[in-house]
């Protein structure tokens, strides 16, 4: 409340009381003269700033008209490449709308034919190869054109026919003028438009040609203002640079507004004449009624003072308080009313331009939902805020943010449903902003926020992609009108938070797709290696160990091949959730490739754990699973490498797990090995054996012996193919150390059908030399019984050689039989239909069952060597010979013992009617010459006694 004060109680009353009566006419005067010359000053940066603001202004709505046109353009393309007639469909063109947006619409095709949709194709302006490719990225292309009318040029907006194929061809419109430029919105403004590099595009100005020194200012500042003669006129104008290169293949745009100097300076002319004689009547007037005014209005004026100082300082919530019931107090009243309104401008313009900037530079779109739910409740006076984010493909809301006097709250802790009804209310409201008032019942992202009484509500529906992703909804305890112009600054925001999830949605897919195995979810090599440096230092710290496991499944091929990829890569699936389920959440299971994974454990405090752990994680991988309707049993060999005891950075140590997992295969699979030192020198071995072995054929290094079959008589009755490897460098290798190799590194199935060839071709020879042909074995790998198709290699290999398959046995390990039953038995069945004999080596040493043997279609069984050995000691071996001989006769096939080296050892296998016999007691295995020898009778004594070979 403003009190009035007699003059002797206010010293500035009695000052000013006292100057007009000392010198009344001298101050007022000099106060006019000094007023004079800032109101003048500030009238003329008055002009200045609005013209410059008018051009910024103009500039914006430039830019949404190229983004408008930009989008109708691609919508018209949609619309064609949907249409049954495409661009013959003429009614695509007739749009009323297209019409007054475009003045021409024409297509270029992939080979660059030009073809105008409207008019003359003569017109269509050619594009420059930078041009073209400029639209094939992606990019919507702005293109000057020389026109007919001066000052201004035609502009032609080009893109992608389709999106998707770039090759596709390009569509292009010349925009209308008069949409584009607005000249008649431009009231007594002058527009000129010109590039970055001083091009002009569109001018009203009487002179095209700036002066010098005014382009130089234009092309070298973003904005400002300028004072130029331009013709026979003075121009006073501002300046915006447009920056439509980020969004267009297009330089930047300067958008230039301006006035004759006349004109902008009319108010300072008329200023001129009315000052000097107000002046000198408020000297008259003030000299009158300063002594009853003063009291009355010297304390309104200061409230007024340091409110405008208030505001100068940027405090927009600063609040003049004057009750003086006259004008001052209607004065003080709308000041509060503009610096509400300035402050609501100022935090909306400040808020989008903080969502903006955070769009462009923050990959996570929590950070700006937390943005609106800070600075929009003051906005749009709203007593609560909430931000509920959707799942619409799974109909549930998964987030709830609000904010409610000042408080954030987070609701949901687990997903809320939502039905399709209010989903569809939503998209249909999609661009618009929705009042809910006084409804019986809420929808559910409303329901949630649990509020009690009558409630208004403003809901914004947020769409991406296509789909409902969000709402933004404003909640009013009383209600409350709102303006058009408040909604739509509303659905400004919404369309900006709908920016910035989509931009969220797209980077979470890019990193999900860097750091993640697509097949299995699984986190992949880049996310190893981070995480092994992040762990290594860590333990490191912390004094502890850890360990990496690195798995391979063990005949996954074999799934591959026999029920196809897709088989494979649900099995993968089941085998990544089983090793996910095995380990701790602070752990991790990655998929390197193809049938490969490693496990990291971490924060091992008790190294002997490791190996409990290791049981655990093959435990989860030794499974039945069914895949593509079939039933797979699935193992894994894996090999552990520790931290820091095998092993200090992560390549090391996945290096090393590696050549641990290659031991644990070689051991007999599905069982796991710490690494050592030793295997590294041996892995580098095997490398150097596995690349040697790859030329050995060709080299003729792989040699084949023969060992013979004995019967009683010590006649010989047949013999079995042996190889040897006879290294250029490192001489006779054993078959024990690079069988192995090969069949880790899947040459073997190259060796056996070479040597089942070179087999059969030898049989082939004893015709030519006169021989009675004698039946002669071939080893066959479990990696190659495998393969699905070795009955039909086998039968090309017979084809070709034309070779008596009577003469021909395959011999197979117990191993080979322990797979799939069915499958082992049908292949078996399948290569006696060719002819050939089937023998069981190494019998009494695997695993199966005797009533899966009854079930086998062999001929022959193969006492293994180990069994024979023991005989003369081992009264369990005596046992189990005996057993196997008891065994063949009841099942009707015959028995050779291998490895028989003594006379006691054949004289008990004599005795319990054992009639076939391989061992070095009758011969070594020897080359073939000497085997064709033996046939022939020469040197039969010298492979006759012990060892004699």
């Known amino acids: 409340m403003i009190e009035k004060s007699p003059h002797n109680r206010n010293k500035v009353a009695r000052r000013i009381l006292l100057s007009f009566v000392v010198a009344s006419l001298i101050p007022v005067l000099v106060l006019g003269v000094l007023s004079f010359h800032q109101v003048s000053q500030q009238l003329y940066q008055q002009s200045y700033d609005v013209l410059q603001k008018s051009s910024k202004d103009y500039g914006l709505r ?72 400029s639209v094939r990225s992606g990019l919507t292309l702005i293109k000057p054109i020389e026109s007919n009318e001066i000052g201004v040029k035609q502009i032609w907006i080009a893109l992608n026919f389709n999106e998707n194929s770039p090759d596709a061809g390009i569509l292009m419109a010349e ?23 001083g091009e002009s595009w569109f001018s009203s100005l009487p002179s095209t040609s700036l002066p010098n020194q005014l382009l130089t200012n234009l092309l070298d500042n973003y904005s400002g203002s300028f004072n130029h003669n331009l013709g026979n006129n003075a121009y006073l104008g501002g300046f915006w640079q447009a920056p439509i290169a980020n969004m267009f293949a297009s330089p930047d745009l300067i958008i230039v507004h301006a006035q004759p100097r006349s004109m902008a300076l009319s108010a300072i002319d008329y200023f001129t004449k009315v000052y000097p004689p107000l002046i000198l009547l408020t000297v008259l007037i003030v000299a009158f009624l300063s002594t009853k005014l003063i009291a009355k209005y010297l304390s309104p004026l200061t409230a007024l003072r340091i409110a405008t100082e208030r505001i100068a300082e940027g405090q927009f919530d600063y609040q003049v308080d004057i009750h003086s019931k006259d ?57 609560l805020i909430s931000i509920a984010k959707f799942d619409a493909e ?39 902003v929705v009042e809910i008032n006084n409804q019986p019942r809420l929808p559910a992202y409303l ?74 979810g699984l986190a992949n090599r880049l996310v190893l290696n981070e995480r092994l440096h992040q762990e290594i230092a860590r333990a490191n710290r912390d004094s502890k160990q850890l360990a990496v496991f690195f798995l391979d499944l063990d005949r996954f091929k074999n799934v591959n091949d026999s029920l196809g990829h897709a088989a494979g890569d649900e099995l993968l699936i089941q085998i990544a959730e089983h090793l996910s389920n095995s380990i701790r959440t602070t752990d991790l299971v990655v998929r390197m490739s193809g049938d490969e994974f490693v496990v990291l454990i971490t924060d091992i405090d008790n190294p002997a754990l490791i190996s409990m ?91 084949i012996y023969y060992q013979p079959k004995f019967d009683s008589e010590k006649q010989v009755i047949g013999a079995e193919a042996l190889i040897r490897w006879n290294h250029s460098e490192l001489g006779m290798i054993s078959p024990a150390k690079f069988i192995p190799i090969a069949e880790q590194s899947m040459l073997i199935v190259e060796i056996g059908r070479w040597v089942l060839e070179q087999t059969c071709e030898f049989i082939k020879s004893f015709t030519n030399l006169g021989i009675e042909p004698v039946p002669i074995s071939v080893n ?29 046995e395959l011999e197979l390990t117990e191993n080979v039989a322990i797979g799939n039953r069915e499958a082992c038995i049908e292949r078996m069945h399948q290569l006696k239909a060719l002819g050939l004999r089937l023998a069981m080596d190494d019998f009494g040493t695997g695993f199966s069952s005797l009533s899966y043997l009854q079930d086998l279609p062999l001929d022959v069984l193969k006492i293994d060597q180990h069994f024979i050995r023991e005989l003369e000691t081992g009264i369990n071996s005596q046992a189990i010979v005996r057993a196997i001989l008891a065994l063949a006769d009841g099942l009707h096939m015959q028995v050779i013992a291998e490895g028989v080296e003594t006379e006691s050892q054949l004289k008990f296998l004599q005795d319990h009617q054992c009639k076939l016999f391989q061992g070095f007691l009758f011969s070594r295995p020897i080359p073939a010459n000497e085997f064709v020898k033996l046939l022939l009778g020469k040197e039969q004594k010298n492979h006759l006694g012990l060892g004699n070979v």
Do not use: C
């Open 62 to 133: 430039f830019i949404d008209r190229l983004v408008l046109a930009e989008s109708a353009l691609r919508l018209l393309a949609n619309r064609i490449e949907r249409s049954s007639r495409g661009l013959r469909d003429q009614n695509l063109f007739r749009d009323q709308k297209l019409q007054k947006q475009f003045s021409d619409l024409a297509i270029i095709t992939n080979n660059g034919q030009r073809a105008s949709l409207l008019g003359d194709t003569r017109m269509v302006p050619y594009l420059t190869e930078q041009e073209i490719e």
């Open 327 to 383: 004008e001052f107090e209607i004065l003080g009243d709308s000041f509060n009313e503009m610096t509400r309104r300035l402050r609501s401008q100022f935090e909306i313009q400040s808020t989008m331009a903080e969502i903006d900037r955070q769009i462009l530079s923050v990959l996570n779109a929590d950070e700006i939902v937390e943005t609106a739910l800070t600075r929009l409740p003051g906005i749009f006076f709203s007593d």
């Open 613 to 703: 752990i290791a049981e655990k994680v093959l435990k989860a991988v030794d499974t039945t699973s069914i895949v593509a309707g079939q039933s797979v049993k699935s193992t894994a060999s894996m090999g552990i490498a520790m931290y820091p005891t095998d092993a200090e950075t992560p390549e090391d140590l996945l290096k090393f797990a590696d050549s641990a997992m290659y031991y644990a295969k070689n051991d007999g699979r599905a069982n796991f090995r710490f690494y050592s030192a030793e295997m590294t020198a041996k892995a580098l071995e095997n490398i150097k054996l596995e690349h040697d072995l790859r030329e050995a054929i060709s080299k003729d290094e792989i040699i």
């Open 394 to 432: 799974k109909q549930l809301i998964v987030e709830v943010h609000t904010r409610r006097d000042g408080q954030h709250f987070d609701l949901l802790d687990q997903s809320f449903p939502i039905n399709d009804e209010e989903l569809t209310d939503l998209q249909k409201n999609q661009g618009s």
């Open 780 to 808: 066959i790998s479990g990696v190659e019984f495998d393969r699905p198709d070795i009955v039909n290699k086998t039968a090309e290999i017979l084809k070709r050689t034309r070779v008596n398959p009577d003469f021909i």
């Open 175 to 197: 925009l209308h003028p008069e949409a584009l430029w607005e000249v008649d919105n431009l009231g007594v403004n002058q527009l000129m438009v010109m590039t970055d590099v």
């Open 447 to 520: 329901e949630v926020l649990k509020l009690t009484g009558n409630w208004h509500f403003l809901v914004i529906p947020v769409v991406v992609n296509g789909s409902i992703s969000a709402t933004i909804s404003f909640a009013y305890q009383q209600t409350k009108i709102i303006s058009n112009d408040l909604k739509a600054i509303a659905r400004s925001f919404g369309d900006r938070i709908a920016v910035a999830l989509s931009n969220a949605a797209w980077e979470e897919k890019l990193f999900h797709q860097a750091h993640f195995d697509g097949l299995t």
